[in-house]
């Protein structure tokens, strides 16, 4: 099992990015699947992370209202959209799973599989 997260950049305060968590090892929506962040000096943190199936979701408070998840079957991709970026936003943001169907679960614990993470920087 592999993730890996793309797609990170460069944006303006306000503007929008799209990111990508490329599976293998198994078919997007097996297992639960998270997007955290972590900025130097601080503890990695939870953003976004949906369900086996996509059947439930759970935002951060910072993610709620901006941030979304999607996916594409054909790609084996998730996609983490955010929208109305702010400079708190900087970061590097990582896809992870632990392999089971919760997402409660992964936000909380975080996974066991790690993806490469991709830096997200916001300009004021």
């Known amino acids: 099992v592999q993730l890996q997260a793309s797609g990170g950049g460069l944006v303006q305060s306000g503007g929008s990015l799209r990111l990508s968590c490329a599976i293998s090892?198994?078919?997007?929506?097996?297992?639960?699947i998270g997007w955290f962040r972590q900025v130097p000096g601080k503890e990695r943190e939870a953003v976004l992370c949906?369900?086996?199936?996509?059947?439930?979701?759970y935002y951060a408070d910072s993610a709620k209202g901006r941030f979304s998840v999607s996916s594409d079957n054909a790609k084996n991709v998730v996609y983490l959209q955010m929208n109305g970026l702010k400079p708190d936003d900087t970061a590097v943001y990582y896809c992870?799973?632990?392999?089971?169907?919760?997402?409660?679960?992964?936000?909380?614990?975080?996974?066991?599989?790690w993806g490469q993470g991709t830096q997200v920087t916001v300009s004021s």
């Open positions: 090892g198994f078919t997007v929506g097996y297992y639960a």
């Open positions: 949906i369900s086996r199936h996509f059947e439930d979701t």
């Open positions: 992870t799973t632990d392999r089971g169907f919760s997402e409660a679960r992964v936000c909380r614990n975080g996974g066991d599989i």
